[in-house]
């Protein structure tokens, strides 16, 4: 992992909810239940809307309008939403920094995200912030990453390999995924290893 990091062409991909951040909504569950019970009676969509943005994208190919209505409410609950920085975030953040490009990829609002990194001064740390309506391409699915690559004007063929810290399966598959379809080698480190100062 070390070596992987001192590399000139890597990037490093980070997660934020859970990983780096911890996003502390109340009555999660029963929002999303609300939000479930509204989109049904507005738009006579019957879905689980979880997980919701894989719902939301296979809803937006048929009404536009259901997408935007979903994300306002899930925005307007984010930006609410209090919470924290974990305590190696910023060690994280501004040494990987030093040493290749940081890209936040995360399924929140990237509003919310870039306003959190900014509060707390780490937003200089940050090259590029992919959140919830950047784009079409939702984790888990490896072409966010591509995406990113192409806002860094990178193809992925400039990168030897990348490293992806997160805690979810979706992080995980977006990796693999990535990595698969252009022959990249990764690394893959779970928030929970984060506290192993070797990998700094």
Known sequence: TRKMLLNKH?????????????????????????????VKEKYQVDTSLYPILEDTDKISKDDASIKKYIYDYID???????????DYAEKLLKKLSLQMP???????SGDVISQRLKEFNLDQQVRYVYGRGTFEYYKPM???LEYCCRILSMTPADADNFVFFGDSWRDYSCAADFAAKNNLSYTFIH??????????
């Open 142 to 144: 490896g072409k966010v």
């Open 10 to 38: 890597s990037i490093a991909f980070i997660d934020f909810d859970k990983t780096i951040y911890d996003l502390q909504i109340p009555d999660y569950e029963e929002k999303r239940a609300i939000l479930a019970k509204n």
């Open 191 to 200: 928030p929970k290893l984060l506290t192993h100062t070797d990998i700094l």
């Open 102 to 108: 940081v890209v936040i990829v995360s399924n929140n």
């Open 76 to 86: 307007g609950v984010e930006h609410k939403a209090t919470g924290y920085f974990y």
